[in-house]
């Protein structure tokens, strides 16, 4: 039933480390968009795929790296984690790119890296 | 660019009384929607409510309603009735271009009091 679902819900690791996200959705969507939620709530978008074609890819570092291995999939990889990379992360979904796309966002991920 | 501005940090309501939450956004695009999402202490975002700029009417859900100043760039959400369960952050998006970029406010926090 679950529309967009990310897994882990938590995750723990130390620095250096690297980490995936995966976020699948069932609503049979075009795009998908990856937003990192800061420590201050602050919400802001990191990617976006439409098609497996990426379309927003933001001022992120490039430890970052999107994959997109087909259009219900979107996942996050996260090289040599640091402290600053701690916060929630959400996966969201809309039925195709547009001004008007309700996007639906996946419960979050949150990350701590000690 | 666009950006979205929420200056009130949070607030607090009297169940069954009405609450606005304020938002500017500034943006040189000449069509763009409008958004107000909630996220409860569940971490969910929730789509509330959507304006597209070009409606003058302003649009309302049960006892969610806008209200859109085009000119003066301001779209505040007026809760009605509240309720306990609207107790949670909302935050305040623009979107514009083809890319369906989604910029979010800093959020505000509002606590509904019973």
């Known amino acids: 039933d679950t529309a967009v679902s990310q897994t882990p819900k938590y995750l723990v690791t130390q620095m250096g480390n690297d980490k995936s996200i995966k976020c699948e959705q069932n609503l049979g969507h075009d795009t998908m968009y990856w937003y990192k939620q800061d420590s201050k709530k602050f919400l802001k978008i990191m990617f976006s795929y439409n098609n497996k074609e990426l379309i927003i890819n933001e001022t992120v570092p490039n430890r970052f790296s999107p994959k997109s291995p087909d259009k219900a999939h979107l996942n996050l990889h996260i090289n040599s984690l640091e402290l600053g990379d701690s916060a929630v992360y959400f996966c969201?979904?809309?039925?195709?790119?547009?001004?008007?796309?309700?996007?639906?966002f996946g419960p979050g991920t949150r990350l701590t890296v000690t | 660019a666009q950006t979205v501005t929420q200056s009130q940090p949070e607030m607090s309501v009297q169940e069954a009384e009405t609450v606005t939450l304020s938002c500017t956004y500034d943006t040189s695009e000449n069509n763009y929607y409008l958004f107000w999402y909630k996220q409860p202490p569940s971490r969910q975002m929730i789509l509330v409510i959507r304006?597209?700029?070009?409606?003058?009417q302003n649009a309302t859900e049960n006892r969610f309603s806008v209200n859109f100043q085009k000119a003066a760039k301001s779209f505040s959400l007026k809760i009605s009735d509240s309720q306990l369960g609207d107790t949670a952050m909302y935050f305040c998006?623009?979107?514009?271009?083809?890319?369906?970029?989604?910029?979010f406010g800093k959020g505000i926090t509002l606590s509904v009091r019973p």
């Open positions: 304006q597209e700029a070009y409606k003058q």
């Open positions: 998006a623009c979107n514009t271009g083809a890319n369906s970029k989604l910029t």
């Open positions: 969201a979904s809309s039925q195709a790119l547009g001004l008007a796309r309700e996007q639906y």
